[in-house]
């Protein structure tokens, strides 16, 4: 079945630092999302691209789908310490009707 | 405010018996799923539902089941045959289905943990 490889597993970086994490996938995806989940929360929408190149930011964080709509980035300039959580890239097909998920970057900001 | 709510938010179940997990959404929203997060296994969907009185299985199905006699509400129950029960257990809706057109909203999970 279709999958997705989120890396890094997990980052731990001092405030201030930029973050940078990817997904990629050996199927094409329509609609790229990227979640983030506070501790113990839901995960909630950050980002969502639907045309491959295109590149939105929302506030500190920049987002990227894939020319070749098979992998997305996530960048998050001057960390702060409310960054803390796990972010999840999305991919949705559209044929399947389904978001499939990445596995997670947990990030971890040291003040 | 609309939004979608889990409940409870922690459960203590022993072994063998069937439990179910509550979810309601005030979105107005179609699409409903069901996904477990295990640690560092990211989110696999367990049920999900288009509409009303109609549901279909996801990649881990076995040992759980549902129903969706009313928009608003996609009740799971992790029954006995359920080899691992413990997880962290996320509802999410979308307005239409394919949601990944629009994105989830998703609730903030119910910790169950079968002793």
Known sequence: GQQLNQSPQSMFIQEGEDVSMNCTSSSIFNTWLWYKQDPGEGPVLLIALYKAGELTSNGRLTAQFGITRKDSFLNISASIPSDVGIYFCAGGSGNTGKLIFGQGTTLQVKP | ?115
């Open chain 2, 1 to 115: 405010d609309g939004g979608i709510t889990q409940s409870p938010k922690y459960l203590f179940r022993k072994e063998g018996q069937n439990v179910t997990l509550s979810c309601e959404q005030n979105l107005n929203h179609d699409a409903m799923y069901w996904y477990r997060q295990d640690p560092g296994q990211g989110l696999r969907l367990i049920y999900y539902s288009q509409i009303v009185n109609d549901f279909q299985k996801g990649d881990i199905a076995e040992g759980y089941s549902v129903s969706r006699e009313k928009k608003e509400s996609f009740p799971l129950t992790v029954t006995s045959a359920q080899k691992n029960p413990t997880a962290f257990y996320l509802c999410a809706s979308s307005r239409a289905f394919p949601g990944s057109d629009y994105g989830y909203t998703f609730g903030s999970g119910t910790r169950l943990t079968v002793v």
